[in-house]
Structure formats: structure tokens, C-alpha cells
Nanobody, 121 residues
């Protein structure tokens, strides 16, 4: 079994900051890419940021310069530092990780349960 547990979502005023965390636990051999996605009701889930096991990062254009993704490989944890938040950042944020278990050859994408971020104007 593998679990991703997110934390850090909250209500914040526009211009404020939040830090999301996502810890992976369970039967894990290795973790490749980890990332954050977000979804607004009625819309598709969209990529916010991704980080490889080597530390390379990629961001959605809408968050470049405001959000920073990082990871602690020793803790199997990924973070999303969100600054200068805007009302349009309001969404449920989901953590994802491509995890290889000890008994498998290929990685499988696992998802967290989601954490609500609400930015008031």
C-alpha cells in the first residue's frame, strides 16, 4: 500500500502565502517525478508544478514566479510554496507521485486526497 497525505490548504487573502506539503508513505522502492495539480469544479485537473527526482522543475505559466516546488527525498515529501496568491488560484490542490514499489518494475502514479486552497479578494 502507498499513501500520499497532503496538508497546508487554507483560506488566505489575495497577496498572501501558503505552503502545501505532501508526504508519501508505505511500500516504496523509489519515487520519480512528484507534482501538484489543481482542479476547480466543472474544470479539468491542471498541472501546477512538477519536480523530477533529480530536482528539475516545470511550472504552469500562470504560476511562474509566484510558486516554488521542492522535495525532500529523504522524507519522500514534496512541497509547494505559493506566494502572491490570487483569487484565481482558488482550487482543490492534489499531490501526485510516480512511485515504484519493491515488487514492480514500472512506476505507477498515485494521488493524494486533495487539499482546499481558497484565496479571497
Amino acid at each position: 500500500q502507498v499513501q500520499l497525505v497532503e496538508s497546508g490548504g487554507n483560506l488566505v487573502q489575495a497577496g498572501g502565502s501558503l505552503r502545501l506539503s505532501c508526504a508519501a508513505s508505505g511500500s516504496i522502492f523509489s519515487i520519480n517525478a512528484m507534482g501538484w495539480y489543481r482542479q476547480v469544479p466543472g474544470n479539468q485537473r491542471e498541472l501546477v508544478a512538477v519536480i523530477t527526482s533529480g530536482g528539475s522543475t516545470n511550472y504552469a505559466d500562470s504560476v511562474k514566479g509566484r510558486f516554488t516546488i521542492s522535495r525532500d527525498n529523504a522524507k519522500n515529501t514534496v512541497y509547494l510554496q505559493m506566494n502572491s496568491l490570487k483569487p484565481e488560484d482558488t482550487a482543490v490542490y492534489y499531490c501526485a507521485a510516480d512511485i515504484r514499489r519493491p515488487t514492480t518494475v514500472n512506476s505507477i502514479r498515485y494521488w493524494g486526497q486533495g487539499t482546499q486552497v481558497t484565496v479571497s479578494s
